[in-house]
């Protein structure tokens, strides 16, 4: 038997023993465990504020852990950070590439990055002395489009790419630290674990995959979305990942029992997941949609219990505030509104 | 990519994708009832400061314009 044979089978032999190890530590379902708890109430939320000053779609968004601030990225070309509370721009930065994908905010609240189809990711220094926002560094190695970046500190961040790896880089250097590679398919978003020693990423190759980031190494894979996995997020307390994809429906897995626990979804939902984002428990989730809409889920009940229907194109980012006090869409009808 | 040069690439694809796989194999799993209740128990806790889930008076809510009060 040749090697590429004998390979060939172990590979099989290994993931069945994966199923099947799965399978020996599923005494109950998520569904039956929840069977006693009564569905959340219907979640009615208003728009609070229009951010309006972007002139072209905006294809992402990131709240400043202050709660106040926020930054989006459009295809005008353009970074806006704004003050979610009075609407002004509090920055408009013009990028060298209008063809944006991804902004993250830095935890500090110094520094703001973006990048798209120029295949870098360009950090920009908020608080400069002159009172100017300057390009700081270009990070550039991906040999495809930046689908999503997140800062771990002022000195460190995480992109995903269309090239199917991720890379932790160091930003004061602009050299990559690490690469994560694994993915089958286009890395399309990534979230880092709320003690910043774990992220995890979606792919076009249907999975997501849990990083270690000093190790550099993948910890689990998770399958079972038959599409993209366009976005992803992780409960809050760390032990559970949220993925959204384009076959419609989101998916809860826990880390520790390495599996699926539930999915999200509903007859009369036939379009795909472009964003999410947990509540501050955790019980609900909130999903854009390519039909224009959010829906709210009940993560337990995986009952939907609201939706957020105001923008007039589809909603391509989401996010709720580090306090929890309100949820932020962005769509491609160049608004951003303000829930709670 | 010549035909020597691709068979050697989906060879070293082969190998890694094996080494990922006994990776992953060996990884402890606890059982779904205690990750389904710990989830559970976890939103439950935290459930009463969850704003976007309890709600936000009007008063406490940053984003609420204020409506202008007239003093009879």
């Given at each position: 038997m040749g090697e590429m044979e004998q390979l060939r089978k172990e590979a099989e032999s290994l993931k069945d023993q994966i199923t099947a190890a799965r399978k020996a530590v599923q005494d109950s379902t998520l569904q039956e465990a929840a069977a006693g708890i009564t569905?959340?109430?219907?979640?009615?939320?208003?728009?609070?504020?229009?951010?309006?000053?972007?002139?072209?779609?905006i294809y992402a968004m990131h709240w400043s852990t202050d709660s106040k601030l926020c930054v989006s990225a459009s295809q005008d070309g353009k970074l806006i950070v704004w003050d979610s509370v009075t609407t002004n721009k509090v920055n408009a930065i013009p990028l060298k590439s209008s063809w944006v994908m991804t902004c993250a905010y830095?935890?500090?609240?110094?520094?703001?990055?973006?990048?798209?189809?120029?295949?870098?990711?360009?950090?920009?220094?908020?608080?400069?002395?002159?009172g100017n926002v300057k390009v700081m560094r270009e990070l550039a190695a991906h040999t495809g489009y930046l689908s999503c970046c997140r800062f771990i500190s002022d000195t460190e961040i995480i992109t995903s790419s269309g090239d199917c790896t991720c890379i932790l880089w160091?930003?004061?250097?602009?050299?990559?630290?690490?690469?994560?590679?694994?993915?089958?398919?286009?890395?399309?978003?990534?979230a880092v674990a709320p003690d910043f020693k774990f992220f995890i990423s979606g792919a076009c190759d249907f999975t997501a995959k849990l990083w270690d980031i000093r190790e550099g190494t993948c910890r689990q894979t998770f399958g079972g979305h038959e599409s993209d996995v366009n976005a992803i997020g992780f409960f809050p307390n760390g032990n559970a990942v949220i993925t959204g994809s384009d076959d419609a429906t989101c998916k809860l897995f826990d880390l520790r029992a390495d599996q699926e626990?539930?999915?999200?979804?509903?007859?009369?939902i036939m379009c795909g997941v472009t964003s999410l984002a947990p509540s501050l428990s955790g019980?609900?989730?909130?999903?854009?949609?390519?039909?224009?809409?959010?829906?709210i889920w009940d993560m337990l009940k995986a009952e939907r219990v609201g939706v957020l229907a105001g923008h007039d194109n589809r909603v391509s980012c989401i996010g709720v505030s580090a306090d929890g006090m309100a949820c932020c869409t962005g769509s491609w009808d160049s608004f951003l509104k303000i829930w709670n | 990519?010549?035909?020597?040069?691709?068979?050697?690439?989906?060879?070293?694809?082969?190998?890694?994708?094996?080494?990922?796989?006994?990776?992953?194999?060996?990884?402890?799993?606890?059982?779904?009832?205690?990750?389904?209740?710990?989830?559970?128990?976890?939103?439950?806790?935290?459930?009463?400061?969850?704003?976007?889930l309890m709600g936000i008076p009007a008063s406490e809510n940053p984003f609420k314009e204020k409506k202008p009060c007239t003093i009879l």
């Open positions: 569905v959340v109430g219907r979640i009615q939320m208003k728009t609070r504020k229009t951010l309006r000053g972007h002139l072209a779609k830095a935890p500090s609240g110094n520094l703001v990055a973006c990048g798209g189809l120029d295949n870098m990711c360009s950090i920009y220094n908020l608080k400069g002395k002159d160091d930003i004061e250097t602009g050299t990559q630290k690490t690469v994560f590679a694994g993915h089958q398919g286009d890395c399309m978003s990534l626990l539930i999915t999200y979804q509903d007859s009369s019980r609900l989730i909130l999903a854009g949609y390519d039909d224009f809409n959010v829906n | 990519m010549s035909s020597k040069a691709q068979s050697s690439y989906n060879l070293n694809q082969a190998r890694q994708t094996v080494q990922q796989l006994r990776l992953e194999a060996r990884n402890e799993r606890i059982k779904v009832s205690k990750a389904s209740a710990d989830l559970m128990n976890y939103c439950i806790e935290c459930a009463r400061t969850d704003p976007l």
